[in-house]
């Protein structure tokens, strides 16, 4: 089977790791994302792969060649972002097979545990244009909002609603029928989301629902990034492409890391980095060449690419960019993002003797 990867986002809510780094390449238990879904889609029998490709294109060529994790690679890059839809219709024209044919489609920041050819054969088995993955979830609203009827047959699709009918919601997998694919227009931006599956149904086309809620993560804000990369480390979600075994913690060659120091809940030391005695992190992901100092704390926070926490700083739920530096004494949290290169001095600490 063939599949398209939808990359073209701009990955904003995860900013600033995605100014240098398109989202699906971040590293993420110690590999790039998307190394994850390669090696998911080759066991779920994809042998070939469109990426669909506009914000960064040319990093995804650079990182994963013509053939990686089992699966042969082809890149089509649109000149300006044709949004979802636009971005398959212009995809499939690298696809190979023929009209009748299933196509994966595969949302690009997507960890799914999900069994794709029990989605194939649903789509099969109704002669479905498309099938869609659905996982429940608490806040519908974030998401694509999908009812079904008694036959699993999706009756509407609506997109980031105030008022969604169903906690059911679509989990970014698509089995497409080809021809379902060539019915988008070409060279336009369509969103798969508020056009194509709207019409597809209000034409009386058949969209399924396969509805199977194991684990399933979308990764797109930081705080889910973070979860992902610990899930995988953990073993939460099993993966093929992760250098290691599942774990507390996966540190990666060249990183030094103190006896003394407190590692764990599915952390990752990247390549070159350093936690030093006394230091304590938790449920993270520190990049290539990042250091931690004594007595530092980071929990549930990504460190960027040589960026260095001082001696007794903490760090509670914050990104930070490439090279950034949080001077001795501080503490930042809940969601604060300090940008590539900033420095922050060492906080003040007065001694007073006075009453
Ligand atoms: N090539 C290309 N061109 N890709 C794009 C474009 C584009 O113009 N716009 C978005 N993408 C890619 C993103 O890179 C991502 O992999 C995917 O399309 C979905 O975009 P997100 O920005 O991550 O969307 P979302 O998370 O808000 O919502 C989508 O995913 C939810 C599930 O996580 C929707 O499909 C929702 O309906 C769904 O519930
Ligand atoms: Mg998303």
């Given at each position: 089977m063939e599949a398209i990867l939808l990359?073209?986002?701009?990955?904003t809510r995860l900013r600033p790791l995605t100014i240098s780094t398109p989202k699906p390449l971040l590293p993420t238990a110690g590999v790039a994302f998307l190394a994850h879904q390669l090696a998911r889609a080759h066991a779920a029998g994809v042998d070939r792969i469109v990426f669909a490709t506009s914000?960064?294109?040319?990093?995804f060529e650079a990182a994963?060649?013509?053939?990686?994790y089992g699966v042969d690679l082809a890149y089509v890059s649109e000149r300006r972002p044709l949004g979802t839809a636009g971005a398959i219709r212009n995809a499939a024209k690298a696809l190979t097979c023929s009209s009748n044919e299933p196509v994966l489609i595969l949302n690009g920041d997507i960890l799914s545990g999900h069994d794709v050819t029990a989605q194939v054969s649903v789509h099969e088995k109704a002669g479905a244009a498309v099938t869609l993955h659905l996982v429940e979830v608490?806040?519908?609203?974030r998401f694509g909002c999908v009812p079904t009827d008694a036959?699993?047959?999706?009756t509407a699709f609506l997109e980031k609603?105030?008022?969604?009918?169903?906690?059911?919601?679509?989990?970014g997998c698509y089995v497409f029928r080809r021809d379902a694919i060539d019915t988008i227009p070409e060279d336009e931006v369509v969103s798969v989301e508020r056009e194509t599956f709207p019409g597809l149904i209000s034409s009386g086309a058949v969209v399924m629902g396969y509805v199977e809620s194991g684990y399933w993560l979308d990764v797109g804000t930081p705080q889910a990034f973070v979860r992902g990369s610990c899930d995988l480390v953990l073993g939460r979600i099993a993966s093929?492409?992760?250098?290691?075994?599942?774990?507390e913690r996966l540190i990666l060659d060249g990183a030094v890391v103190s006896p003394r120091a407190v590692v764990r809940d599915g952390t990752t030391v990247g390549r070159g980095a350093e936690i030093e005695a006394g230091a304590t992190v938790l449920g993270s992901v520190l990049q290539d060449g990042a250091f931690v100092a004594e007595g530092a704390t980071v929990r549930d926070s990504v460190v960027g690419r040589g960026a260095r926490v001082g001696p007794g700083a903490t760090l509670d739920g914050v990104i930070l960019g490439d090279g950034a530096l949080v001077g001795p004494g501080n503490e930042l949290r809940d969601g604060l993002r300090l940008w590539p290169g900033i420095a922050l001095p060492p906080t003040a600490v007065r001694f007073s003797t006075d009453a």
């Open positions: 990359v073209g986002g701009q990955g914000y960064r294109a040319e990093m994963f060649g013509s053939h990686a608490e806040d519908p609203s036959d699993g047959r999706v609603t105030n008022h969604p009918v169903t906690d059911q919601i679509n989990a093929a492409a992760m250098p290691g075994d599942p774990g």
